[in-house]
């Protein structure tokens, strides 16, 4: 049972674009969903999190856009930058051990 | 400055032979975390420790095992590698109480001939 779910797969967005980025999950019992980060050859790394009290954290040019009836969250990047592409992971955990389970993963390609 | 190391940082095996995957921390988190990737997937999780407490989920294949020394300390071995064991493994760590960051390493890129 596949718990978080991500689309789309990749994604090419020319600079200065809009990157956006869907997960959704099942899970009710996830309480935190962070977006992670990882270049070739790299772990990943925290980008930006999100609890579901909000509707949406700004850090930068990256926003969270959380909607909890419908169980769906979505990264959003601003002014897309080359260095942006990478691989972006959704996530969830629970509380307690917080192991993280994550979306499949998206592929971002920002063209100069 | 590095936080979660991981060595090596590229290891090749032969098939059936074992194989230990290294990861230490200097950030004394309690938890730490085993994760495989294999290529274009995401991590998925194959146990973990909340200080020597070992958890271990359900689906992760007995060839794997784990073992934690200490707090800064932790160890992938894998019995007897096949070809689908060939992947990214990535150790993981959390400060145990009230934390929500993962820390991962740069991970171990494993090639099993």
Not at chain 1, 18 to 32: H, L, M
Not at chain 1, 41 to 63: M, N, Q
Not at chain 2, 53 to 61: G, L, S, V
Request: aromatic share 12%; with cysteine.
């Amino acid at each position: 049972q596949q718990q978080v779910k991500q689309s789309p797969q990749s994604l090419i967005v020319q600079k200065g674009g809009i990157s956006i980025i869907n997960c959704a999950y099942e899970n009710t019992a996830f309480d935190y969903f962070p977006w992670y980060q990882q270049f070739p050859g790299k772990g990943p790394a925290l980008l930006i999190a999100i609890r579901p009290d909000v509707s949406e954290k700004k850090e930068g040019r990256f926003t969270i856009s959380f909607n909890k009836s419908a169980k769906q969250f979505s990264l959003h990047i601003m002014d897309s930058q080359p260095g942006d592409s990478a691989t972006y992971f959704c996530a969830a955990s629970k509380p307690g051990r917080r192991a993280l389970t994550f979306g499949s993963g998206t592929r971002l390609q920002v063209q100069p | 400055d590095a936080m979660v190391i991981q060595n090596p940082r590229y290891q090749v095996t032969q098939f059936g032979k074992p194989v230990t995957l290294s990861c230490s921390q200097t950030l004394n988190h309690n938890v730490m975390y085993w994760y495989q990737q294999k290529s274009s997937q995401a991590p998925k999780l194959l146990f973990h420790y909340y200080d020597k407490d070992f958890n271990n989920e359900a689906d992760t294949p007995d060839n794997f095992q784990s073992r934690r020394p200490n707090t800064s300390f932790c160890f992938l071995d894998i019995r007897s590698p096949g070809l689908g064991d060939a992947a990214m493994y990535l150790c993981a760590t959390k400060q145990g109480q009230g934390g929500e960051k993962l820390f991962f390493g740069s991970g171990t890129q494993l090639s099993v001939l």
